[in-house]
């Protein structure tokens, strides 16, 4: 079974570009999230999806950053403008709801951001 | 208040021997959920095992084992039998009830770096 796959794998653009990651989730799953790992602030979550529609975005670092979910099978994250300090790796996460059962969230083998 | 805490920065382990890994939780929920994830130099995050907060058992899957001891509110990783390709950072995360109140966000820890010598 495929799992969630994450485009690209890397990417470098120099500040004040506009980034686009994309994420395809395992199919089925209707909770889709994004999140990102830097040394500093390990891993944080910066926004999830219930069935396309967004449920929590209080992760989200600032107006630069959103992220939409068209249809099930897509998601992106945009950053415009991208800057230094969002050099990190992005990672996509997808899931069934929990209903307090044992759900893992499936991760995408993550996009490396080096903004220069 | 930081939910999910992982103290050892980094733990040195031979390889075929067993070692714990460490994580306690903060919840004032009844229901929760604890996961562990690893993630290798490769980068990407495999899910490990989980273990609920009702049920009876400990998790086992395969070598991984997950010593629960609720009152206390710790959910250490136990690995036994340890593999070169053990070495990683790994990642104690915690989800709350979705049905008292939570969500579907894990909150995770640090992680710690595990190597396994040869």
């Known amino acids: 079974d495929a799992g969630v796959i994450q485009s690209p794998r890397h990417e470098v653009t120099e500040m004040g570009q506009e980034v686009t990651l994309r994420c395809k989730p395992i199919?089925?799953?209707?909770?889709l999230f994004w999140y990102r790992q830097t040394m500093m602030r390990g891993l944080e979550l910066l926004i999830y999806?219930?069935?396309?529609?967004?449920?929590?975005d209080s992760g989200m670092p600032e107006d630069r950053f959103s992220a939409k979910m068209p249809n099930a099978s897509f998601s992106t994250l945009k950053i415009q403008p991208s800057e230094p300090r969002d050099s990190a790796v992005y990672f996509c996460?997808?899931?069934?709801?929990?209903?307090?059962?044992?759900?893992?969230?499936?991760f995408g083998d993550g996009t490396r951001l080096s903004i220069l | 208040a930081q939910k999910i805490t992982q103290t050892q920065p980094g733990m040195f382990v031979q390889e075929k021997e067993a070692v714990t890994l460490d994580c306690t939780y903060d919840t004032s929920d009844p229901s929760y959920g604890l996961f562990w994830y690893k993630q290798p130099s490769s980068g990407e995050m495999i899910f490990l095992i989980y273990q609920g907060s009702y049920d009876q058992q400990n998790a086992t899957e395969g070598r991984y084992s997950l010593n629960f001891q609720k009152a206390r509110k710790s959910a250490n990783l136990v690995i036994s039998a340890s593999q070169l390709g053990d070495s990683a950072m790994y990642f104690c995360?915690?989800?709350?009830?979705?049905?008292?109140?939570?969500?579907?966000?894990?909150?995770f820890g640090k992680g710690m770096k595990l190597t396994v010598n040869p």
């Open positions: 996460a997808s899931s069934l709801g929990s209903g307090g059962r044992n759900q893992p969230q499936h």
């Open positions: 995360a915690m989800r709350e009830d979705v049905t008292q109140g939570g969500s579907e966000k894990l909150v």
């Open positions: 199919s089925g799953h209707d909770y």
């Open positions: 999806f219930n069935n396309n529609v967004p449920i929590d």
